[in-house]
């Protein structure tokens, strides 16, 4: 009995590990974060090989995420896209992704800007707070259901929870275009 | 031993009471009527249960000095009425007192005739000042400063942008909460001049701590100047670092969240940086304002105050002496 | 210009907001399109305009030809109406920048001809000449910053050889303005912003004001907080009206910049009002103050047009004014005082208006602060009536009849005002925001102005973004946002006839009559907005909302527009 009780309590340590926070990247750190390596078309291509050193911070961790969908609300994303749905800008949770779904596509259209209206954040974002925000716009349209999940909406519900996976749903209904 | 304890006593009491003595955030040192009924209520309060405690422990003590008494039928009856005696005692204190506090807080809300009306508002973790006037154009906007002229009611209205904090300047007023999409309202009147602590009231976030706000009373005239100075625009660069510091920051990152008035800068996420000098302390009452904290606080505020909203900014060393240099000029 | 004429003229400018009309075959009012011959109608022309986006203008008739101005990246065709098969006689393809594409989405693009020359305004700024015979270009200007999210808006209004525009950028914090060309050269005469000091409005000694009084200074400043103007929005809203007896330029501002209200204490001026400018030299001469410190960005969006009319015994020319706010102005253009002004649509924002400022009663219910959603308010974003775009979705009125013909929305909506950040170029909003309602969301009303009530309405399952077209045979051509392209008998509302055009219509249908003589009707389809395949209708909020409120519009499956042209045989 005393045996299981110890097993169980060491057991039920174990999940104990906490998330980490990384509440900054150390300059050289950010500098390199900067590092991508576009294709030629500017849609695709490699991820600063930091980010691997790093563990992907901004794909699965939830304070990151979190972090993006302040800045989502604070940048005005919201004016062109809306919650996801698109105003003036396309929709980005329906899973059709006009300059790539990759993060380093949508690192580049925030940096840089894309044509036909998306402008260039580059002078207005810190790196950390751009790969922040390329999390949390991936994770609108994601088409798999994440446990990473950003903190839930403090203002009008307008839409599904972003780590269930909404663009999920082009794939049964039919595809908006 | 048992001396050894009092003579220990003897020091520490004296000690721990010598934190009461400050009166830049004490409930106990009352700056304005607000207050001062507040601490009234408290002595009251610690008064009367005091009394209360007295006369209890001394009914306990002669119970155990009597307890050999046999019982007797006419003692059930005498205790029957003491015990009625009692809970009647009761029953009057604690209306008496719940009606005293209740006077004392009714007073605190008072809508008072021509106030001078402030809306605060709570980020993590800093506030929001906005100055309201009848007049639109004298309406401005600043941050983690509050200044207030002597004997007149000021309003407080005061909500919050992300999560609930409380405000609570202690030495003038009680503990009122800034929540999101709501409007309460605290008045508060100082009648000595002087710079009052506030201090966010309700567990906020990581940096609940370091969310404080100095509160400064003072005379009508000097009130008046003060608002007319934070009326202007921020002042023109002086030196050529000066300029070269406006230049970055309108440019670059800062101007996305922080406003100067009379720059192109019009960020509304930060703090209104218009007169940032001109205030005592930056980053909600975290260092004091001097062109070293500032330039400290740019160059790394995740150290300074780790988890707030503002990032780190690459800058080269020139940047930041120069960026740094026209901040601590905006008086 | 001999009376005849202008009364002619006067009548087309009631057919909605087309004032450019004024080329000579256009004037003429085909009398064939009545009640007997509606039926008859037929298509003769549906010609792709080539783009997705907003059809929200008019074609143009003039002499033998039909202009038509396709949304962003605009093209302009000019259409032979006397040759088989309606050749193309030219067309143009002005330089575009793909920046604007998003800017541009919802402009209206209607143009203007006068003296031989086809004037229009394009998604990226400019302001064109062509020669209308040939379509070579005289004058190319850029009137507006795209970068900062400035557009020009509105069809340009040709009056005593000056082209008007008006500039818009409310929702990016741009101050709009007003702008007087030379239409021989492309020559700025003036410009005068909505917002901020006189000397920039163009306020001075001749500036009167019936509600506001006191001529207190600069109070595109002063009634703003530090500052908060020089991102005020107040751009072209409702078009422009020529009003040729006091030579004055009328049109509606737009609303104040940011949504968020708590940000911008004050009236707000000169935000969301009517303005009336001298046409010479573009100074104010009067203002109304229809929504101060509007709350719901609305701004006085809807139509503005001139009418002769019967005004208790004597027969006067006043300003009609079908407001986004959901009342019917009407108006003495001579001095901008506010004669009568009554609901059209269910307005629960406002309890009425008030009898001493001419403004709306608030409803407190319906008050809106930061991080709060408010439920329930009526109308809705764009507003009761218009398409949230100057000239789109205009009134017409009917003489014979006495009647107003307003496109309307019965929308309501729920608005969570939220901490709106201003970035220059970058939308300046701060709003969360989707409508409600169900059907019928949209209706056509005809509104008697002598008495102030409906004397009809014709209801529609969704709300009518597009412009009414009256015509002098009793005949309300108007569209719908489901596509169907129909005409009432103008006196009892009965639908005589109707059309289906694949996609929806949110233009302003045109009148004229074809070099045969026989009497015709233009319109554009091609909705844009909730039609976009780019929307992802399971986001309330998307398209301002419309995702929700509108959930059930089917998408158009072939979202280009074409133009129709329908003919008697």
């Known amino acids: 009995m005393i045996e299981r009780c110890v097993l169980f309590a060491v057991l039920s340590l174990t999940a104990c590990k906490r998330e980490m926070r990384d509440l900054r990247s150390d300059p050289p750190e950010a500098a390199a974060l900067d590092q991508v390596r576009p294709m030629e078309n500017r849609i695709g291509g490699a991820a600063p090989r930091i980010m691997y050193a790093l563990g992907q911070p901004y794909e699965g961790n939830a304070y990151q995420l979190n972090q993006g969908k302040r800045l989502y609300d604070w940048f005005g994303c919201k004016g062109c896209h809306a919650q996801g749905g698109g105003v003036i800008g396309p929709a980005l949770m329906d899973g059709w992704w006009r300059y790539g779904s990759d993060p380093v596509s949508i690192y580049l259209s925030l940096r840089d800007g894309r044509p036909n209206g998306m402008p260039a954040f580059g002078q207005r974002m810190t790196t950390d707070q751009m790969w922040q925000l390329t999390g949390y716009i991936r994770s609108l349209g994601s088409y798999r259901p994440s446990t990473a999940a950003p903190s839930r909406n403090d203002e009008m519900q307008a839409r599904p929870a972003e780590n269930r996976g909404p663009a999920a749903a082009a794939l049964i209904a039919r595809p908006s275009r | ?331 | 210009m001999p009376r005849a004429v202008l009364r002619s003229t006067q009548i087309v400018l009631l057919l909605g907001m087309v004032m450019a009309f004024a080329g000579p075959a256009a004037a003429a009012d085909p009398p064939a399109l009545d009640a007997a011959s509606a039926p008859r109608l037929r298509a003769i022309m549906a010609l792709p305009t080539e783009r997705s986006g907003a059809n929200s203008g008019a074609v143009v008739a003039a002499g033998t030809t039909l202009f038509v101005v396709t949304p962003y990246p605009q093209r302009v065709k000019a259409i032979a109406l006397d040759r088989p098969g309606f050749p193309t006689r030219w067309s143009y393809t002005p330089p575009s920048t793909p920046e604007a594409t998003a800017l541009a989405a919802n402009m209206v693009t209607t143009p203007a001809v006068a003296d031989g020359r086809l004037l229009f305004v394009t998604g990226n700024g400019h302001a064109i000449a062509l020669d209308a015979q040939s379509g070579t270009v005289l004058w190319d200007t850029i009137q507006a910053d795209v970068s900062q999210g400035e557009m020009l808006a509105g069809p340009p209004l040709v009056v005593d050889g000056r082209v008007i525009l008006g500039s818009q950028g409310d929702d990016f914090g741009v101050r709009g303005a007003m702008l007087a060309l030379d239409a021989a050269s492309g020559r700025r005469l003036w410009r005068y912003t909505n917002v901020g000091p006189d000397a920039d409005v163009g306020i001075g000694g001749g500036f009167r004001s019936v509600a506001l009084p006191n001529a207190e200074p600069d109070r595109g400043l002063v009634t703003w907080p530090a500052g908060a103007w020089q991102q005020g929005g107040g751009g072209l809203s409702a078009g422009v009206v020529y009003d040729t007896q006091h030579e004055l330029l009328i049109h509606g501002t737009g609303h104040p910049a940011p949504w968020q209200p708590d940000v911008r204490q004050g009236d707000n001026l000169w935000t969301s009002g009517l303005f009336a400018r001298d046409v010479a030299t573009g100074q104010a001469r009067w203002f109304d103050p229809l929504n101060p410190h509007d709350l719901y960005a609305l701004g006085a969006g809807g139509s503005l047009l001139q009418a002769e009319l019967d005004w208790h015994g004597t027969r006067r020319t006043l300003l009609l004014h079908a407001s986004a706010n959901g009342y019917v102005y009407v108006i003495d253009p001579a001095d901008g005082r506010i004669l009568d002004a009554h609901a059209f649509v269910p307005v629960t924002a406002t309890t009425g208006i008030d009898p001493e400022t001419g403004t709306p009663q608030r409803n407190p219910a319906m008050d809106v602060s930061t991080n709060s959603t408010t439920r329930g308010i009526c109308p809705g974003w764009p507003g009761a009536t218009g398409g949230g775009v100057p000239g789109a979705g205009s009134a017409a009125f009917l003489p014979r009849t006495g009647l107003l013909y307003i496109p309307a929305s019965l929308l309501c909506m729920d608005f969570e005002p939220r901490q709106a950040n201003y970035l220059p170029g970058t939308p300046y909003t701060g709003a969360n925001l989707r409508t409600t309602g169900t059907p019928p969301r949209g209706a056509l009303i005809a509104w008697d102005v002598a008495v102030a009530r409906p004397a009809w309405r014709v209801e529609e399952a969704f709300p009518l973004r597009g412009g009414v077209l009256a015509t002098e045979g009793g005949l309300v051509f108007y569209g719908t946002l489901d596509g169907w392209f129909k005409a009432a008998d103008a006196g009892d509302g009965r639908v005589l006839w109707q059309f289906q055009t694949g996609a929806g219509i949110v233009s302003q249908p045109v009148a004229f009559t074809l070099p045969d003589g026989r009497a015709a009707v233009a319109v554009l389809s091609g909705a844009g907005g909730l039609a976009n395949p780019d929307i992802d209708r399971r986001d309330a909020t998307a398209a301002h909302g419309a995702a929700n409120g509108l959930r059930d519009l089917q998408p158009p499956t072939d979202p280009i527009g074409r133009l129709y042209v329908f003919a008697l045989p």
């Open chain 2, 1 to 331: 031993m048992i001396r050894r304890f009092w003579r220990r006593m003897a020091w520490i009491v004296p000690l721990a009471c010598s934190a009461c003595g400050e009166t830049f955030q004490s409930a106990l040192q009352p700056a304005g009527p607000h207050a001062a009924s507040l601490a009234r209520l408290i002595w009251s309060f610690t008064a009367i249960c005091g009394v209360i405690w007295l006369l209890v422990m001394l009914v306990l003590l002669f119970a155990l000095w009597r307890r050999h008494r046999p019982a007797e039928a006419r003692h059930e009856r005498r205790a029957t009425a003491i015990i009625g005696a009692a809970v009647a005692a009761t029953v009057l204190i604690i209306t008496g007192l719940t009606l005293m506090s209740y006077a004392a807080t009714r007073g605190l809300s008072d809508d008072a005739p021509d106030p001078v009306v402030i809306r605060v508002r709570g980020y993590q973790w800093w506030w929001e000042v906005t100055y309201a006037d009848r007049r639109p154009e004298r309406t401005f906007v600043t941050a983690n400063e509050i200044h207030i002229p002597l004997h007149r009611p000021v309003r407080l209205e005061l909500t919050a942008a992300d999560v609930i904090h409380s405000f609570w300047v202690p030495n003038l007023a009680g503990k009122q909460d800034l929540i999101p999409g709501r409007n309460n309202t605290l008045t508060i009147v100082a009648d000595a001049p002087g710079t009052y602590r506030a201090q966010c009231a309700e567990f906020c976030g990581l940096q609940h701590a370091h969310m404080a706000l100095p509160v400064i009373a003072e005379d009508a005239a000097a009130f008046d100047t003060w608002r007319q100075a934070q009326l202007a625009e921020a002042p023109a660069p002086v030196t050529a670092e000066q300029a070269a510091g406006r230049d970055f920051f309108t440019a670059g990152p800062c101007s996305a969240c922080h406003t100067v008035r009379g720059t192109s800068a019009a960020g509304r996420l930060g703090p209104d940086l218009t007169h940032v000098a001109s205030r005592q302390t930056i980053a909600a009452g975290q260092l004091p304002t001097t062109r070293g904290s500032l330039a400290a606080w740019i160059a790394d505020p995740q150290t300074i105050k780790p988890g707030n909203n503002m990032p780190l900014v690459p800058m080269t060393p020139d940047q930041l002496q120069s960026v740094s240099a026209w901040l601590a000029s905006l008086r």
